[in-house]
């Protein structure tokens, strides 16, 4: 299993987010602090209140409006569907990022509402191997 952890600024607000885009949250580990949003099969970003997220460390939280923490890749079936989520994160208030199309990887990328980077890609598993 792997849990990426990110703080927010507000709980709800990141809860519709990411329902509207489509995403789904696992009930057993949400609270008034934190959302465990379902990524993929034993995959879950926890979404941590920010003064709940500093709880977990002894360094500075970082702003992700200002300073990158990471970047969150998440692999996609096809380009549509890379197209597909990033113009519906945008509409619901993300900010669009970079992308990238390298005919066998195709990619894009969008802040969400606190700015942390998601970058959704598209790899042709044959395209490496023809050089």
């Known amino acids: 299993m792997i849990f990426v952890n990110l703080p927010v600024a507000d709980i709800a607000r990141s809860r519709t987010f990411f329902t ?9 580990f949400c609270d008034g602090k934190a959302l465990a ?23 500075g939280t970082a702003d992700a409006t200002k300073q990158k923490e ?29 992308s990238q199309d390298l005919g066998f990887l195709y990619g894009r990328s969008y802040d969400d509402l606190d700015g942390h980077t998601w970058e959704i890609i598209w790899m042709d598993q044959a395209g490496p191997q023809q050089g």
């Open 20 to 28: 509207d885009l489509g995403y789904s949250f696992n009930e057993d």
């Open 37 to 59: 949003l379902v990524l993929g099969e034993s995959q879950c970003a926890m979404l941590l209140e920010t003064s709940w997220f500093a709880t977990f460390h002894d360094a």
């Open 70 to 98: 990471c970047l969150v890749a998440l692999s996609a079936r096809s380009k549509e569907e890379v197209d597909t989520l990033v113009d519906k994160a945008v509409s619901l208030g993300a900010t669009e990022g970079r």
